[in-house]
């Protein structure tokens, strides 16, 4: 694993962060789950980052590593509608009458 924190930082798409760490990974599972993959990392590099602000760049990035693989292992064992990462699947539909709506008179 490179350990250059400015080079992590030019990252970009799923697939860089996973050969920035040298991390196996199925193409056609990024693919589908890309951007929920991203949006999980960004929420565990957070929290590092909010709970370990004087690491170093070496235990940051080993930090940061692990909680790429944890992000792609979430949508392994659960579904983007389970994670509801995104406001979309937080909104409720207008319009819409679900069966649990409709009784029988």
Known sequence: MSTNIDE???LVDAEEFFIF???PYDQKFVNVNR???L???SQFMSQIDDTYPQI???E???KYCTALQQAYQVFIESTPHEQKLFKVFNDKRKNV???TEITSD
């Open 8 to 10: 992590f930082k030019k």
């Open 21 to 23: 760490f040298n991390l």
């Open 35 to 37: 951007l929920h993959i």
């Open 39 to 41: 949006k999980k990392f």
């Open 56 to 58: 170093s760049d070496e």
């Open 60 to 62: 940051r990035l080993e």
């Open 97 to 99: 009458v679900t069966l």
